[in-house]
C-alpha cells in the first residue's frame, strides 16, 4: 500500500510500500497494563513496584470512600469475570478467524498470479508445440506435391491410353472395310470365273475331253506299271 | 453517594458541564481507524468484517440507488450497537436512555424517508396509505388512520427505543441484585 492516502496530508507522499506489520502485538501484562511501564518503573522499586502502586491506590479509594462498595460493584465483579472467561475461551478461535480471513484474501490475489502464470505457461507450451509443426510442414508439404503430380502422372497415361485405344479402333475398322472390300471382289470374280467356265464348255469339248483323258491315263497306267 | 436504580439514567454532568456529548462521541474511540494497509491486524479485520455483513445485510434488498444510504444506516447501527451495550457495564451511561437523543434520532430519518418517497415517487407513496383489498365502505377511514400511524411514526420511533432501553437496563440491574 503505498502513502499516497494519507490523513489530512500530514506526511509527505511517498511512493514506496509501508512497512510490514509485525508479527506479534506489543507484550501486556494481565491483558491490560503494557509491558513498558513494568520496565519503566523497574529501576527505582524493582519488580514488586507496580503491584505496590496498584494495591496501595486501591486500599487508599476504598478507605477514604472515594470509591464505595455498592451494589455495581458486584456487578461489576461478575461482568469481568465473564468477560475474562470469554476472553480466555474463545480468544484463540477469534484470533484464528480473523487470520483466516486474512489468509483468504491474500491466498485469493495469489491464486490470481498463480493462474495467470500457469495460463502463460500454456501458451508458452503451445507455441512451442506450433513452432514445431510449422518445421515439420516442409515435409508436409513435399509429400502433397508428389501426391499431386503422381496424379496428374497416372490420369495423363490414362487419356494416352484411351487416345491410343480410339484411333486403333477406327484404323481396324478401315482395314476391315478394306479387307472386306478385297475378299468380296475376290468371291465376285472366282464366281464369275467359273461361271464363264462353266458356260463355255460346250458338250463337243466336253466329250474330246473326256476321251482324251482316257487315253492319257491309258498311256500313263503303261508306264505306271512298268515303275511299279 | 449511595447510588439508587435510577442514577444510571441521569445525564452526567460534572461541576455543571453537561457530558452527554462525550458519552455519545465515546464509543467511536473504542474502533480503530481503517489504515490503508490490504492486510491488517486482527482487530481491523474482524472489524471490517463486521461491517461487510451489517452492510451487506442492509443493502441486499436495495437497488442500486438504495445504497447511497448505506454509509448512515451502517454507521447509525454501529453506533446504536456499541452505545447501547457499553450501557450494560457498571458506572456507565446510556445516552440512548434520553428521550431528546432518540427522537433527534427518529424526526430527522423518518423526514428522510417520508419526503424522499413524496418526491420520488408521489403516486406510490401516497398508495401505501391505503392497504391492498379493503372495502370501499372502509376506505375514507382507512385513509385517515394510515396518515395518523404516519404521523406518529417518529415519536414511536423515538420512545420505543428509549423505553427499551431503560427498561432492559434497568431489568438487569434488577435481575442482578
Known amino acids: ?228 | 453517594m449511595n447510588l439508587s436504580f435510577f442514577d444510571q439514567f441521569t445525564s452526567p454532568y460534572l461541576l455543571g458541564i453537561p457530558l452527554i456529548l462525550l458519552s455519545v462521541l465515546f464509543p467511536a474511540l473504542l474502533f480503530p481507524t481503517p489504515n490503508n494497509r490490504w492486510v491488517t491486524n486482527r482487530l481491523s479485520t474482524l472489524q471490517l468484517w463486521l461491517l461487510n455483513l451489517i452492510t451487506k445485510q442492509l443493502m441486499i434488498p436495495l437497488n442500486k440507488k438504495g445504497h447511497k444510504w448505506a454509509l448512515i444506516l451502517t454507521s447509525l447501527m454501529i453506533l446504536l450497537l456499541t452505545i447501547n451495550l457499553l450501557g450494560l457495564l457498571p458506572y456507565t451511561f446510556t445516552p440512548t436512555t434520553q428521550l431528546s437523543m432518540n427522537m433527534a434520532l427518529a424526526f430527522p430519518l423518518w423526514l428522510a424517508t417520508l419526503l424522499t418517497g413524496l418526491r420520488n415517487q408521489p403516486t406510490t407513496s401516497l398508495g401505501h396509505l391505503l392497504p391492498e383489498g379493503t372495502p370501499t365502505p372502509l376506505i375514507p377511514a382507512l385513509i385517515m388512520i394510515e396518515t395518523a400511524s404516519l404521523l406518529i411514526r417518529p415519536l414511536a420511533l423515538g420512545v420505543r427505543l428509549t423505553a427499551n432501553l431503560t427498561a432492559g437496563h434497568l431489568l438487569i440491574q434488577l435481575i442482578s441484585t
Open chain 1, 1 to 228: 500500500v503505498l502513502h499516497t492516502t494519507r490523513a489530512l496530508h500530514t506526511a509527505q507522499q511517498r511512493l514506496a510500500p509501508l512497512p510490514p506489520l509485525p508479527e506479534k502485538g506489543g507484550e501486556v501484562r494481565y491483558g491490560l497494563i503494557p509491558e513498558e511501564f513494568f520496565q519503566f518503573l523497574y529501576p527505582k522499586t524493582g519488580v514488586t513496584g507496580p503491584y505496590m502502586l496498584g494495591t496501595g491506590l486501591l486500599l487508599y479509594f476504598l478507605s477514604k470512600e472515594i470509591y464505595v462498595i455498592n451494589h455495581e460493584t458486584v456487578a461489576a465483579a461478575c461482568i469481568l469475570s465473564v468477560i475474562i472467561y470469554g476472553i480466555k475461551k474463545y480468544g484463540s478461535d477469534v484470533a484464528a478467524f480473523a487470520d483466516k480471513l486474512n489468509e483468504e484474501k491474500v491466498a485469493k490475489a495469489l491464486s490470481v498470479k498463480n493462474e495467470a502464470i500457469k495460463d502463460l505457461e500454456t501458451a508458452i507450451e503451445q507455441e512451442k508445440k506450433e513452432q514445431w509443426r510449422v518445421e515439420g510442414c516442409k515435409y508436409l508439404f513435399d509429400s502433397k506435391r508428389n501426391n499431386v503430380a503422381m496424379l496428374l502422372e497416372t490420369n495423363y497415361r490414362e487419356r494416352l491410353l484411351t487416345v491410343y485405344n480410339e484411333v486403333k479402333k477406327r484404323l481396324d475398322y478401315q482395314v476391315a472395310m478394306q479387307n472386306l472390300k478385297r475378299q468380296k471382289e475376290q468371291d465376285h470374280m472366282i464366281q464369275w470365273v467359273e461361271r464363264n467356265v462353266a458356260q463355255s464348255i460346250t458338250p463337243q469339248q466336253q466329250k474330246e475331253s473326256i476321251a482324251k483323258c482316257i487315253l492319257d491315263l491309258k498311256a500313263l497306267s503303261k508306264t505306271a506299271q512298268a515303275a511299279v
